[in-house]
């Protein structure tokens, strides 16, 4: 059955390719006409380890749709969820199922508005993806997905959706402690996208002690609001991809950092804005990932 990607950006396209090359037929929806207008001229093409890949895959505005996919994944950025699934929600069923593995939290009481519990799951995925141009990518180095249904319960059209992502070599997972995963994720990128952000530096230049010290004291905040959400997350684990991130990732910009320097929203609202509201919800002040909240909306609020 066919996969419907919501959003033909860096990750719809490796995850539009991937599929599609493993004879998985992929409905790639966005509202960049142009985009898609490519998309259908010269296909979809990811650059990897083991040399290029190329695949045709249908591209359309949801408006276009004619037969609805039964599975979505949604990789809008997360500003553009609700509207997303607002073009596509006369095309969700009751067999309709659909996978979230954005960055941040929250996704699940958007995802709700438009499904039923047992039509949802969300994850997370270290599959990397970097536009390179409309419709292509390049993802170095390899990946993984894990996701759980939000009724705890793996069904029939879920383990499909699983088992087709691994078809197409994505290491895909159905993952009880998938929570655990998303929080690690959550205070990683807590750190490094607001960190790097508002300081307009890439991730190596964090390895000072400065820079560390601004790293713990995010990491903690995130690590607290977890643990009062009942999530036991792992703070050494997250520590050692932290000390992995310094060393390794010398040059990147985080895609917080990505955003802000070409003017378009970021996600700091599902990242740092979904901490604090998590925090409070339980009377835990978060004032670092407070302050790089505002500090970052403030930021990209700003007209040129
Ligand atoms: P992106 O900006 O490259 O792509 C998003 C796409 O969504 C764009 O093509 C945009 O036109 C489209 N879009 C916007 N509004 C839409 C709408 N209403 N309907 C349909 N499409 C719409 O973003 P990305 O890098 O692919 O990231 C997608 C998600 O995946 C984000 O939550 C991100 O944090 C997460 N993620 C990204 C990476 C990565 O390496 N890029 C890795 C893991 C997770």
């Given at each position: 059955a066919t996969v419907g990607i919501l959003g033909a950006g860096a990750m719809g396209t490796l995850f539009g390719t991937r599929l599609a090359r493993a004879g998985i037929p992929v409905t790639l929806v966005d509202v960049n006409a142009q985009l898609l207008q490519t998309i259908r001229e010269h296909g979809v093409h990811c650059e990897t380890d083991q040399g290029p890949l190329h695949a045709s895959v249908q591209a359309l505005q949801a408006h276009e749709l004619t037969l609805p996919p039964a599975r979505w994944l949604i990789f809008t950025k997360a500003a553009h969820t609700q509207a997303a699934l607002q073009s596509i929600a006369h095309l969700i069923g009751p067999g309709t199922r659909l996978l979230s593995l954005q960055n941040g939290i929250g996704h699940i009481e958007t995802?709700?508005?438009?499904?039923?519990?047992?039509?949802?799951?969300?994850g997370v995925t270290t599959w990397p993806a970097r536009l390179l141009a409309p419709g292509k990518v390049s993802s170095l180095g390899s990946g993984k997905i894990r996701f759980m249904p939000r009724t705890g319960q793996v069904d029939a059209g879920f383990q499909d959706f699983c088992d087709d992502l691994n078809r197409a070599g994505l290491h895909s997972e159905?993952?009880?402690?998938?929570?655990?995963?998303?929080?690690?994720?959550l205070a990683f990128n807590a750190a490094f996208n607001g960190l790097c952000g508002i300081t307009r530096q890439t991730v190596d230049a964090l390895a000072s002690p400065l820079g560390r010290s601004l790293i713990r004291e995010v990491l903690d905040e995130v690590v607290t609001v977890a643990a009062a959400?009942?999530?036991a997350v792992d703070?050494?684990?997250i520590q050692a991809t932290v000390e992995d991130a310094l060393n390794h990732h010398v040059g990147h910009q985080p895609s917080l950092l990505q955003d802000l320097l070409a003017r378009r929203p970021t996600e700091t609202d599902s990242i740092h804005g979904a901490v604090v509201r998590a925090g409070e919800r339980h009377g835990i002040d978060t004032p670092m990932t407070r302050?790089?909240?505002r500090l970052i909306s403030m930021t990209q609020q700003r007209t040129p």
């Open positions: 995802l709700h508005e438009f499904a039923d519990a047992r039509q949802i799951a969300v159905i993952d009880p402690e998938v929570e655990t995963a998303i929080w690690e994720k959400n009942g999530i703070a050494l684990r302050t790089l909240h």
